[in-house]
C-alpha cells in the first residue's frame, strides 16, 4: 500500500517537471546562500573572539582585586611568575601569559595620544596567541631595548612609520614621570579595537626597569584552557585575585554573538518563507491541475488519509531535493569561504574600526544543516495544509464530472 | 441486494429547495444482475447512481446494501463502503494518469491490501477477459478511448465488488467499441456473477441489459 503512496507522490512530483525543477533550484539557491551568509557572521563573530583572546585575555585572566578599577601600578600581583609556573604545571592549562602594563602618553614631535605600554615576552606571546599573526607587512617582530612594535590605530593617530621615533611617558612605581624613547619596529593589528588604538608593546623585561618594578611582577597573567571550570577552580584557588572569564572581561562580544543569533533568525526565517510559499504556490497549482485525478481516487474508495500521506511525500520530495541541492552548494560556498574567505578589502577601513578583519572567513557548524533539514521538512509539509483544505472541501460527484 | 426505500434527493441554491431530483424512488437490484436506469437527460439517472453509490447524501428514505443501511452513512464510512463494496465506471474513464495499466486495474485491490501476487494474478485474469492484457504496462496517455475505457471496467471489476455502478460508460466510444464494451461487461456479469447497474440512454446498453428501470422527472415510471 504504501509503495503505492510513494509511486503515486513521487510520479505526481515530477509530471510537471520543469516546475518542479524551478522550485528545487529555488529552494537550493536561496538555502545555499543562507548558509553561506549564516557562516560568514558566525565566522566574523568567531574570528573577533579568537583574536581577542590570543590577544589579551586568553580564557581566563587573573588580576590584582584593585587593578581593573584603579589602573594604578602599585596594584599589581607580586608573585606572577610564581602563578605562571603552578599554571603552566595544569594539564588543562594550555599556555600562560603575565603581562605588565601602564597607561600613559605617546609623543612624537607633532602628535600625542593617551596609550598603554604593554611589556612581553615575544616567544610566550607567540606559544600563548601567535602574536606574529598580528603584525602587518613591512615591520619585524623584534623588541630590543628600544624596540617597540605599535598597535595599528595608535600608528595612525601619531601618523607614526616603521623606524620613527616615539616618547612614553608616565609615572613609575616610585611616583616620579618618566619617559622613554623608542625606536617603532613594527606595526600590530589585533583587531581588538582598544589594544589597536592604545597599545605600545616592549619587551616585559625593559618595560619592569623602567617602571622600577621586579621582574616577577605582572598587572595581568592571561591563560588559555580549554577547560570549563578552570575560572572556578582558579576563584578558590587564588582567592585574593581577580579572576575573570572572557566574556566577564568582553561583554560586548556576547552581545554580538547574540545580534549575529538574530541575523542568523532572520535570514532564517526569510528563506524558509521562500521555501513555504515556493513548494505552496506548486503544490497548489499541481492539485488544481490534478482535483479530478483526487476526486476519482475519493470516487472509487481511497481515504482522505491516504491522499493527504500522498500529498505531504509529494511536497516532501521537492523539499527534501532542494534541500540535498542546496546542502552541496551551501558546503561548497562554504569551503570556499573557509579556505579563501570573502575579500572586502574595499571596506577595511570601516570593518576595522569595528574590530573586524578585512578578509572575513566563513566557519561550518553541522547545524546548518541539520536546522536547515528540520525547517525544510517542517515548511514542505505546512505549505500543503492550504492545498489539502482545497481536496477536502471539493465536491467529488462535479470533479469525475470534467470531460476528457 | 440493494433495495431503495422512498428515496428523495434535492437541490439546492443556498438554503433554498431548487431541484427536487429524486422523487420517492423504491426499487430493489437482485445479486446478479444486468440492468439498466434509462430516461431523458435530467430525469435523474446520474443522481440516483451516485446516492446508490454512496458518493453523495440523500435528504429521505432509505439504501439498503444487503443488510446495511447506506444511505445515512457519514462521508468516511460511504468511503468505506465504495471501497470494499462498489465498483464504478465512469463516463470520462477517470484514469490515474500516472500509473500504468496493470497499476489502475489493481489500485483499488491494493487500497483494499490484497497481497501483490494475488493482484498480479487477478489482474491478468481480468486483462485477457477484457482483452488488454497486452496493454499492462502502458501508460493511459497513450490507450484509445476504448482501451481506457476496459482499463476502467476491469479495474471496477478486479476485486470483485458486490454492484458495479456504470454513468454512461459508453457516452464517449464510438460503436464499435460501445458494443465490444458491453459484450464484455455483459461476459464478466454472467461469469463473475457481478451486479452491473447502468445509467445510460446508450442504444447498444440499452439492448444488453436484461432489466430496464425507467425514470422521468425524478421519479420510477417503470421497473
Known sequence: MYKLIIKLAFNNAFIRLSRTILVVIMIAVSMSMMISLQGLYDGMVLSMVDKTKRSDSGEVSLYNKEYRVSKALSDNITNATQIKEELLKRQDVNAVVQRLEADGLSATAKKSAFSTIIGIDLNTEEKFGGFSEFLKPQGELRLDKRGVLLGSELAKTLKIRI??????STQDATGEINAIALRVRGIIQTNNISLDASALYVDAKVLAKFLGVSQNVATQIAIRSDSPTLKTELTQKYPD?????FLELYPMMKQMQEIMVI????????????VFIGIMGVMYVSILDRIREFGIMRSIGMSYSL???????EALFVGVLGYLLGAVLGYGALYYLENYGLDLSEFADGLESFGYSSIIYATTKVSYFSSTFLAIVGASLLSVLLPLRKIKKMNTIEVTKVDI | MIEIKNLNKYFYKGEERELHALRDVNFEIEKGEFALLSGP??????????AIGALDSIDSGEIWLEKREIGT????????????????????????PVLNVEENIGFIMKLRGFKDEEIKKRVLEVATLLEIQNKLHAMPATLSGGEQQRVAVARAVAPKPKIILADEPTANLDSKNSKALMDMMKSLNEKEGISILFASHDEYVMASVRRTIKMNDGAIVES
Do not use: H, P, W
Open chain 1, 163 to 168: 623606524g620613527s621615533k616615539v616618547i612614553f
Open chain 1, 241 to 245: 585575585l581577580d579572576v575573570k572569564s
Open chain 1, 263 to 274: 541575523f542568523n533568525s532572520i535570514t532564517f526565517f526569510i528563506v524558509m518563507m521562500v
Open chain 1, 307 to 313: 491522499i493527504r500521506s500522498q500529498i505531504f511525500l
Open chain 2, 41 to 50: 437527460s435530467g430525469c435523474g439517472k446520474t443522481t440516483l447512481l451516485n
Open chain 2, 73 to 96: 452513512l457519514d462521508e468516511d464510512e460511504r468511503t468505506k463502503i465504495r471501497l470494499n463494496e462498489m465498483g464504478f465506471v465512469f463516463q470520462a474513464y477517470n484514469l490515474i
